[in-house]
């Protein structure tokens, strides 16, 4: 199996200071007690997440962008309800108690949630970069007050067993395919039970990796564009004090972005055909 690296990250229970601050914003703002890893990565590079906050702050925090991926919602279930398996798999079988089966749904249906609005999020944060946008002076989100679900931990690399690990190089070929170089937040979230991790890959290996599929995506990767480029045209003027990115950190996000959105259009695909498979 090819080797599949994970980002580097500053995790969520490490961030301080201001990235802390971005970080618990955008959890807020999204609805959901996680912040992606495509944040986690922005944060490794110096002012990129700062930035990157002004610019999609106030369209991630005016739901703006979570209409926007609620038509990307929309699309996959229109398409993907043929795409399940037979029989659901019972999370009781694999030995979790109702609590845990609790939060194993609640984690994935985060995820549901939180990538569309991420998509079209990136999408447009590639648009304003390649157009050499500027974005507002930046300036620290306020402490969030909100009160979210709590899900599950999500799991570090260092010191995970080798057979997890293979596990969830596997989930990724599965899932963001062979050539991806990350390995899903999603699925580190339930290395407590390998056995889940094996269940999820019995059930992407029934679905296959079919030319429906494969087109699915492809639909949500276009409407993703169309719908960054309608916010991309009212992004109001930034103002006094706009700040663009130097050359080298509109590259680095840039690339970020071109590496992340394909992979959160599958996740997309993959979470609303994952969902409907597990029962309690």
Same mark, same amino acid.
């Given at each position: 199996m090819p080797e599949t690296q994970p980002f580097p990250e500053i995790p969520f229970a490490e961030a301080t200071g201001d990235i802390r601050l971005i970080y618990d914003a955008i959890s807020e703002a999204l609805g959901v007690g996680l912040v992606n890893l495509v944040y986690r990565h922005l944060a490794?590079?110096?002012?990129?997440?700062?930035?990157?906050?002004?610019?999609?702050?106030?369209?991630?925090?005016?739901?703006?962008?979570?209409?926007?991926?609620?038509?990307?919602?929309?699309?996959v279930g229109e398409n993907a309800g043929a795409a399940h398996a037979s029989p659901a798999i019972s999370l009781a079988s694999l030995g979790l108690d109702d609590r845990d089966a609790a939060s194993v749904l609640c984690t994935i249906d985060a995820y549901n949630r939180a990538n569309p609005v991420n998509a079209v999020a990136f999408q447009l944060l590639h648009m304003a970069v390649k157009g050499d946008f500027a974005a507002p002076r930046y300036v620290a989100p306020p402490r969030g007050r909100a009160s979210l679900d709590a899900l599950l931990p999500i799991a570090a690399f260092d010191g995970l067993p080798t057979a997890t690990h293979d596990l969830l190089r596997q989930l990724a070929v599965q899932t963001v395919g062979a050539n991806a170089?990350?390995?899903?937040?999603?699925?580190?979230?339930?290395?407590?039970?390998?056995?889940?991790?094996e269940a999820f890959s019995e059930i992407?290996? /029934?679905?296959?990796?079919? =030319?429906?599929?494969?087109?699915?995506?492809?639909?949500? $990767?276009?409407?993703? &564009?169309?719908?960054?480029?309608?916010?991309?045209?009212?992004?109001?003027?930034p103002g006094d004090g706009a700040?663009?990115?130097?050359?080298?950190?509109?590259? /680095?996000?840039?690339?970020? =972005?071109?590496?992340?959105?394909?992979?959160?259009?599958? $996740?997309?695909?993959? &979470?609303a055909m994952l969902r409907p498979n597990l029962g309690r």
């Open positions: 490794t590079k110096q002012g990129c997440l700062e930035w990157t906050w002004s610019l999609l702050g106030p369209n991630l925090q005016d739901g703006t962008l979570a209409r926007h991926g609620e038509r990307l919602v929309a699309l170089p990350m390995i899903p937040s999603l699925f580190r979230h339930f290395t407590d039970w390998p056995n889940l991790l992407f290996r /029934a679905l296959g990796d079919s =030319a429906e599929r494969e087109a699915l995506v492809a639909r949500v $990767m276009a409407a993703v &564009g169309e719908q960054a480029g309608a916010v991309l045209d009212d992004l109001p003027d700040v663009r990115l130097a050359p080298p950190l509109r590259t /680095a996000v840039a690339e970020t =972005a071109t590496n992340f959105v394909p992979a959160i259009c599958n $996740m997309i695909v993959i &979470g």
